[in-house]
């Protein structure tokens, strides 16, 4: 089992940048892909970043690149996920995942993941 457990959400104006972080227990998630998703109020929770076990690769859904970066520390067992020129629209809860796999695939499905954290509210402002 791993545990996952997010942190540095808040508020932000637009234009802001904050840095999420997904700190796991309970295993080292070296040989885990690991994915940030959000769920904004009334919407379907989305995905939003992904990262290989290795760091070696990431991907981002179309709203968010060039703007967010999801990177890892498998040593401090941390994934997170820098987010910049921050929106209206970005205003969610955020949650990070882990999924055990040392491909290179990309993981976009809620449904890949079977390990979950609790979210961390992120809410930009005007």
């Known amino acids: 089992q791993v545990q996952l457990v997010e942190s540095g959400g808040g508020l932000v104006q637009t234009g802001g940048s904050l840095k999420l972080s997904c700190a796991a227990s309970g295993r080292t998630i070296s040989s885990y892909a690991m994915g940030w998703f959000r769920q904004a109020p009334g919407k379907e929770r989305e995905f939003v970043a992904g990262?290989?076990?290795?760091?070696?690769?990431?991907y981002y859904s179309d709203s968010v690149k060039g703007r967010f970066f999801v990177s890892r520390d498998n040593a401090k067992n941390t994934v997170y996920l820098q987010m910049n020129s921050l929106k209206l629209e970005d205003t969610a809860v955020y949650y990070c995942?882990?999924?055990?796999?040392?491909?290179?695939?990309?993981?976009?499905?809620?449904?890949?993941?079977?390990?979950w954290g609790q979210g961390t509210q992120v809410t930009v402002s005007s």
């Open positions: 995942a882990a999924r055990f796999g040392s491909d290179s695939l990309r993981r976009v499905w809620e449904y890949e993941y079977a390990f």
């Open positions: 990262i290989t076990w290795s760091g070696g690769s990431t």
